[in-house]
């Protein structure tokens, strides 16, 4: 009962009302049968439910992105795969439980797959350090994907993060460089690389993760450069005009997706996927699979070229031509 | 010298944001908000001459022209002085060898930002007060005996934030620099990603790096050199995959602002915390180079990087 967002209340209200219902079959309408009132409440609720939803502001999914309840990397885990064998350890320091990663069979396919994980409670978002993971997460990650690369499984990259830890240790052994050369290190693994934002995409430390042939985001997760609360203090001075940040950032999946910086919007269920997470987890590894299959036709060389097109490609500005010395705004060609 | 000496003056972040340390929110000159005057540049060279600076590290007042002449090193305590890009490649390259490219690309407003004031403003500002059109300048040199594809980054232009500008003038110079067979040498410092193009400005680090990744597998080396400030979403992506990473003395090197981690963790950051100094000690940085012997060094190193085996087989 718990954890209800704001916008989420007329629904609740509904939700309640109907169990009061059930509960007392006596107490409906007079003028209509109980079985009547039922099916006119239920009607109302999913009206209710699809008129909020349709009109989510971005600040509204973000809170959804956020949600305690929303399944995480290890529910996807759990119901979109199966013959889960998590691995541990970056060879070098320690492990980061703020990173998950293993071998496990994504429909037939044997994949390696990795992910950031947050906590349910508080005794276990201290062991996943509320799934902001330390230099050792992102080195842990990127031996797992280079042991996927000599094996050759591909490799399903889940993010859900706030962003990489902003700490002493951290710091100390060079988180930064942790993420760079993950993104340089991707660009030349040879087998499928699937990433989808299920949660938060929290700047550097979600793209750590994220150089993939195909990037999907969750409908109500976002994928941000910094977080709207940090663009909030930057810009408005005010971390509580988060809102509007959001806003102007366009963060959401459609956003992205207008803008062409990712590959497929995944829906979730109507009221978010913590509402569901067995459908969601569904309609994720269908998506997931789509994918897969595609590329796992493509030649190593094909997976490699298409990916660094793909990156290759973000980004507008504008480029004087230098015979007529007119400004045109350009962009890479779309591959 | 003291680490909140960095902290506050240079950077300037009033932010708390993990990944990204933010460019300063209002020009750093104080003549921005006034008009400025055609393209207004105040360098002190503009100012009647006989102007002295007092160093900020040792208190010194150091007179402007042996400043210039000493390329911005306090001639007491080796202080580094922000150099513009322009003089730092002056600096570097043999007289009349560098062949800009890309010169007259910049920024557009994507997403049209509707913050306090339109991006589009704001280039237009920092473009006027610097004379600058992005906050990067790549081109192919000469160092030595050396043709070399150099990028020098520019704090002055909005805190040297990266966005699509940087990240496609310097992934084009990286390109070019595979093709061609050349060495790489990129001089760092911003503020991180540019957060008034988004995810676009995420994305720049993605790409980059991607361009790099072929560099290397090309064998070529490639050379970075950190200067105050680097940091976030310039850190975590070319800054920090060098052959060699070199750094200036000083500088403030990290991913993270402090005061986003002094809040995050509630915890006393250690002495000289993201310094180049200390970075050294936590074993980051190749060395650390002063900016009067960065040239010398530079040519040294890549002596040795293109003077292997590989150069002797004819690659
Ligand atoms: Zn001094």
Redesign the interface.
Known sequence: MKHHLDFEKPIIELQNKLAELKKHPEAHSLDISFAEEVALIEKKLEETKRQIFLNLSAWDRIKIARHPKRPFTLDYIRHAFSDFSELHGDRLFAEDRAVVGGFACLGPHKVMVIGTQKGRDTKENILRNFGSAHPEGYRKALRLMKLANKFGLPIISLIDTAGAYPGIGAEERHIAEAIAVNLREMMLLEVPIIAAVIGEGGSGGALGIGVANRVLILENAYYSVISPEGCAAILWKDRAAAAKAAQALKITARDLLALGLVDEVVPEPLGGAHTDPETCAETLKAALLKHLEEILAWSPAERLKQRYEKFRRFGHYLEKRPTTGEAVEAQSPKT | MSTTSFTKKTLG????????T?PP?APPVSSFNKKPKLAAKPKKREIPEGLWTKCPKCGTMVFDKELDENLKVCLQCEHHFPISARERIHSLVETCTFEEM?A?????D??Q????ASYTSKLQDYQRATGLKDAVITGICRMGPHRVALGVMDFSFLGGSM???V??KL?RLIERATEKTLPLIIISTSGG?R?Y???????????T??????H??ARLPYISVLTHPTT??V???????GDLIIAEPGAMI????PR??KD??Q?E??PG??TAEF?LD???IDAIISRNQMKAQLIKYLDYLTGGQKAAAGL
């Open positions: 972040l009033e932010t708390t944001e993990p990944a990204l933010p929110a890309d007259d690309m910049t920024s557009v994507v997403l930002f509707t913050g306090v966005g699509s500008v990240g496609e992934t990603a957060m193009e988004g995810m676009f400005s995420l994305m720049q680090m993605a790409k790096c991607a361009a790099l990744a072929y290397a597998q976030a979403g850190m975590a992506s070319y800054a920090s995959v990290g991913f993270a602002g986003v981690i995050t963790t915890a950051l250690p915390f993201q970075l936590h074993g980051l």
